[in-house]
């Protein structure tokens, strides 16, 4: 993007384990590593700015995914968890993160960088 001079959008995928605690999950890797993702956005936003270039991340609540399929799979108790995480009282579908993903990185957000938006179904 910076060699073609045009500017653009980045938008990483973060977590709402990005924000705070998800226990009684034991996901300390992954916790660190949303976070991580988080302030990676924060300076590369920054860095890059000058360039022309937003970039933003987006954290998810409990989408419904392979890998979060199996953890329900090998504890059936998990679901209701997951499913009562959010006032609306549902696991998410991963299309659901479109919208904010569109908006992001089409010209609708030009004033938007650095940030991170929560899609948690009204976890957070």
Known sequence: MVEQGQGGSVVCIASTA???SLFPQTITAYTASKYAV???VKQVAAEMAQHKIRVN???PGVILTDMLESVMQAEPT???LF???NVMER???ADELVGMVLCLMSDASPF???QDFLVDGGQI
């Open 18 to 20: 990005g924000h705070r």
């Open 38 to 40: 988080r302030g990676l």
């Open 57 to 59: 991340s987006i954290s």
């Open 78 to 80: 998990r679901r209701a």
């Open 83 to 85: 499913e009562g995480s």
């Open 91 to 93: 696991l998410g579908k």
């Open 112 to 114: 938007t960088t650095g």
